[in-house]
Nanobody, 117 residues
């Protein structure tokens, strides 16, 4: 089973990007999905988490009101819609999966988001 993330790129401050992460297996609906990010020289931090059916969602305070996590269990894909981007959002974004909340079992390969000022 693999996670394949895409959608990163270069955007100006105030702009938007949508990240996607596709799960290659048949058990996507069994996984809690999350997005993390890691800026240069910093730890990898959680950005957003979504439960198995999308009924439970949590966001880091730094992205509340700007980012939206969603999932499509028919497409085995989780999304991160990022609006009103700021230079401090610049990081490599990783999708992650786990069968238990807050326990990561799988990592995607990361996709770079660069926000210019």
């Amino acid at each position: 089973v693999q996670l394949q993330a895409s959608g990163g790129g270069l955007v100006q401050a105030g702009g938007s990007l949508r990240l996607s992460c596709t799960h290659s297996g048949s058990t996507f609906g069994s996984y809690v999905m999350g997005w993390f990010r890691q800026a240069p020289g910093k730890d990898r931090d959680i950005v957003a988490t979504i439960g198995w059916t999308g009924g439970r969602i949590e966001y880091a305070d730094s992205v509340k009101g700007r980012f939206t996590i969603s999932r499509d269990n028919h497409k085995n894909t989780v999304y991160l819609q990022m609006n009103s981007l700021k230079p401090e959002d610049t990081a490599v974004y990783y999708c992650a999966a786990g069968r238990v909340w807050n326990q990561v079992e799988l990592w995607g390969q990361g996709t770079l988001v660069t926000v210019s000022s």
